[in-house]
């Protein structure tokens, strides 16, 4: 993913840069541009090398600092985004539900990648436009469980909307 940023076919795009974390959690006034990425996964911990390059004029950092990283300006193709929530774990591995057409759930294994705050990325089993059951999964017993879906924005203003009236009885 980053490597593909990297390539001299993408040089119109800019390139992905880095913000560092220090040990304190503050964040390192200036960013990084990742100029070189590894071309070995470590299987120890599963990181990556990367070499990014950013100006330390005031030497706020050491050699053998210990620092976090956080690798911006990258796109990631032809994967779907859901939340944590709607990804479940069974005897027959990581699955998501889905609404079907006949609007009855369907159980779809899935592949998933890295986590992105409150969602995680499906890599394999999902396509863009799937409906997935993200509230009251725990109601879906088996697949063909006749299911009443609602859009995510529909569902915001029916909370909203029933909190206003709890505040103003």
């Known amino acids: 993913m980053i490597r593909g ?3 001299p076919a993408n040089k119109s795009a800019p390139p992905p840069g880095a913000k560092l974390i220090l040990e304190d959690g503050s964040e390192y006034p200036q960013p990084a541009q990742v100029t070189f ?4 996964v470590d299987r120890n911990s599963g990181t990556v090398h990367v ?3 950013l100006p330390n004029k005031e030497a706020q950092l050491l050699p053998g600092q210990f620092i976090r990283a956080k690798v911006e300006g990258i796109q990631l193709s032809n994967v779907v985004s859901v939340p944590r929530k709607a990804v479940m774990s069974g005897p027959q591995g ?6 079907g057409a006949d609007s009855k759930a369907q159980m779809r294994p899935v592949q998933i990648g890295r986590g992105l705050g409150n969602n995680v990325i499906v890599t394999d089993g999902l396509q863009a436009g799937d409906r997935y059951i993200v509230e009251g999964v725990l109601k879906v017993f088996q697949p063909g469980t006749q299911v009443s ?3 995510a924005e529909e569902a915001a203003r ?5 909190a206003q009236r709890k505040e103003a009885a």
Request: proline share 0%.
């Open 5 to 7: 940023a990297l390539a």
């Open 37 to 40: 990425v590894d071309n070995s």
């Open 51 to 53: 070499r990014a390059v």
């Open 149 to 151: 879906a609602v859009s």
């Open 158 to 162: 029916k909370s909203q909307a029933e």
């Open 94 to 99: 990581t699955f998501v539900w889905i609404v």
